[in-house]
Each structure stands twice: as C-alpha cells, then as structure tokens.
C-alpha cells in the first residue's frame, strides 16, 4: 500500500476524512459479542466509559469537543454495507462458516443503532460516557478509543511542515522494518495484529497490516480489524473480552451466583456458537482462582488468552493446569496480548516453543509506536493509555479485578466485595504503558 502520509497530513481536510470509515472498523470479537448480547440479552441497559490512565496528557488540550463529537456524530450516522454484510455471512471464521446467523445480520442491517453519549471535560481530560441497551452500547468501545486515539495523532501533526512529517514517517517506517526483519528470523513465530483500539491513525493501520502481511508469509496469522481483514482478504481475528464476565457477574443475585458467573458465561458462550470460538479469558476476576475452581469441561476449551499476568508465569501455570487435567497442552492455545512489542514477542515464543501453541496479539506497539521517530524530540505521539470500560449493568456496579492491581476497575467497596467472593489477592503488577 502506497500513501504519502506527509502529504496526507500536510493538506488533507481532516473534516473530509472520517476516522471510522465504516462499522465493520472495530476489532472482530466486538461483532462475535454484539450477536451473544443480542441473542442472550437484547433487554439489558447499561453504561460504559472511556477514560485515559496517563493522565500526564491532558486530552482536553488537544482535542476540541466539537470536533470529536463531530467525528461521533459521523459514527452514528453509519450504516452496515450490503457488501459487509454478504461476507459476513458467506465467509470462513476459524474453519467455520455461518458464525454469524442470518436474523442476526437482518437486524445489524435495519435494527442496530449505536446509543446516545455524553462528553466531559474534567481535569484536563475528556471523558465519554454511553448508555442505554446493551446492543447500543457495547460497539462505542473501540470506535471511541480509535476516534479519541487518532484526533490526538492529527492535533500532533497539524503543528508540523510536510518536511517534517516526512521525517516523522521515514522514521516510523524504519522503526517497523527493523521490527519485521527480527521477526523473519525466526519463521515459526505467530502473531496477529490487535491495534485498532489505540492507532496512531486508520491509514497507518492499513499499511502496518500491509506491511507485516508482505513480508511475513506464515508468520502473521491476520488481523482484528474486521474491516481490514474483509477488504484485505485477510482472517479476521478474535473471541470475547472482559465485558461479558464483567456484566454477567454485575446481574448475580448473591454470592454464590457471582462466583459462579465467570463459569456461566463460558457454558452460555459456548452454546451461542455451537462449541466453536473457545479461547477463554480468564483473568477477569483473577486467572489462578478461576483456573482452581474451574469445572472439568473448561479444560476442553482450545484455549487461554493472557491480558494482565506476566505471561511466562501464566503460561506455565495453564500448561501445568492442562497435564493435571490430562490435557496435551502441545495441542491447545496460549494468547499473550498486553502490551506486547517484538522483543517480548520473541522471547515468549521462545520459551513456550513445542510445549504450546503460542502465538502474540500485537496491538498499540505496532500500530502506533513513534518512540523516538517525532523531528522536534517531544512526546507527542508516543502511546498512552485509553480504555473503554462497563461501568453499570441494570444499575449495578460492574468490576474487573485483574490479574494486575493496577488494572482494576469498579468502585473501591465492590472490589472489595469481588476480592472476598473470588478470593483473589491483590498483586501491583508492573507500571501500564498501553
């Protein structure tokens, strides 16, 4: 893919370039959770928030709201395509076809809408808040961060000459080919692109994705993006997240129901697809207690994803969970996903080489990692942390424990609460960068 991002920078209307080009430009496990919500729970109201965890940079300095609230109203404003909602239904997802059911593809294309927002300003940072039905709200999250991420990135830019920028991207170009030449030397590694929810820029995105899908033959399994894996030919990549153990544990009645909502929402999710898609994700509420009471038939699952745990620890710990099982762990899947840059990617599979099948979710240091690359020597463009969270699920506080202290989200009694019924310990993992 060819652009001429100085260009694009230094004379483009920003106002004639929407960021979210189209709804199918999110991660795919949104879609995969929007038909599970849709299905198990169409009645459900909830909010969510977006937040920035490096609070150093005041957003509200770089990002007029009626800007952004513009580029939301655009969002809004978007429509599902005959020809997106053609290969959703006739193409292949992990060897599988009909993932997505014909009524559920109807209502995507007259039925869904995406709920109404709020925006404040407070502190210096700009907060975005949604709610209504669960089907209305749950698509905002990556949508949001994008949106947020990449206004950031052109308010950056907008200060600099086409000189510049044409350093800027002659760095960052090298920067990634450095990266793409460490990985060639080891083919078996396994990787796929996770960056949409942080990207410098949509344009960016694409030509990364190009990029690592040119020179990486087997080594890059796809992407998230739906929207670049329908228009690339590539697969799309992706499960569930914390969202739906979060909301499930939220509607429990009592104790004993919110300990054992982390395993219902696997047994429902299951059923919902028919015994495919069965990556967990289990740090939820924290991986080791989940691991210890979890019921036999989880061990059947394909896999575990690792978002918050250092993931040598967590790897060894699911593998030796696997054997005690009676599980050939060579046979299953390990995800690490969490901040993860080539480096880490190379040693993790290293070490898990031949004992399981390991592979990386590369997200915001790939798709936005201008460390090092800004002409003038600021930080401007280097990656912070924005996050889109439940908040409420029918009223009712929603929290995500963590496998990292620094990671927990929810109001401080009910963490509390969560931390007594899960007896799950509290462990400061190391400081988050993305």
């Known amino acids: 893919m060819q652009v001429n991002f100085a260009e694009r920078a230094h004379n483009h209307n920003w106002k004639l370039d929407p960021i979210v080009r189209s709804l199918l430009d999110t991660d795919f496990y949104k879609l995969l959770m929007l038909q599970f919500i849709w299905k198990n729970f169409p009645k459900t109201h909830v909010s969510s928030e977006v937040s920035n965890r490096t609070l150093k940079v005041k957003l509200a300095d770089h990002i007029p709201v009626e800007s952004l609230r513009q580029q939301m109203e655009h969002v809004r404003e978007l429509k599902f395509r005959k020809s997106e909602l053609i290969w959703l239904a006739g193409n292949t997802f992990y060897g599988t076809r009909s993932i997505f059911e014909p ?42 961060l994008a949106l947020v991420s990449e206004m950031r990135t052109r308010a950056a830019l907008s200060v600099l000459s086409e000189l510049e920028l044409d350093v800027l991207y002659a760095r960052a170009k090298t920067k990634l080919w450095d990266k793409i030449e460490r990985l060639r030397t080891v083919p078996e590694v396994r990787l796929s692109e996770f960056g949409t929810r942080r990207r410098h820029s949509f344009l960016w995105q694409e030509y990364v994705v190009g990029a690592l899908h040119a020179s990486l033959g087997q080594s890059f399994t796809g992407s998230s993006n739906t929207y670049l ?38 047994e429902l999710w299951q059923k919902s697809y028919g015994g495919e898609l069965l990556v967990m994700l289990p740090d939820t509420f924290g991986t080791r207690q989940f691991l210890a009471g979890a019921p036999g038939w989880v061990a059947d699952w394909t896999g575990q994803r690792c978002d918050s745990a250092d993931p040598i620890l967590a790897g060894d710990e699911y593998i030796v969970w696997l054997t005690a099982r009676g ?26 080489h031949e004992r399981i099948r390991f592979s990386a979710g590369w997200g915001t240091l790939l798709t936005n990692d201008f ?64």
């Open 327 to 352: 599980k050939d762990a060579r046979k299953k899947r390990f995800i690490a996903s969490d901040g993860l840059d080539v480096e880490d990617i190379l040693k993790l599979h290293g070490y898990f």
């Open 371 to 434: 460390r090092g690359c800004h002409p003038r020597g600021d930080d401007a463009l280097e990656p912070i942390s924005l996050v889109c969270k439940l908040k409420s699920v029918e009223g009712r506080p929603a929290v995500k424990l963590s496998d990292n202290l620094r990671k927990a989200t929810g109001p401080l009694e009910e963490i509390a609460r969560y931390r007594r019924v899960f007896g799950s310990e509290a462990e400061d993992g190391p400081p988050i960068v993305v």
């Open 103 to 144: 009524i559920f593809l109807e209502w995507l294309e007259h039925g869904f809408r995406l709920s109404d927002y709020e925006i404040e300003e407070q502190d210096g940072q700009l907060i975005l808040r949604f709610s209504g039905l669960w089907t209305e709200v749950t698509m905002w999250e990556v949508h949001a």
């Open 229 to 266: 894996a329908y228009k690339h030919d590539l697969e799309a990549i992706g499960t569930n997240a914390h969202e739906l153990p979060m909301a499930m544990a939220a509607l429990a009645e009592n104790d004993e129901e919110l300990h054992a909502a982390q395993y219902r929402v696997l």
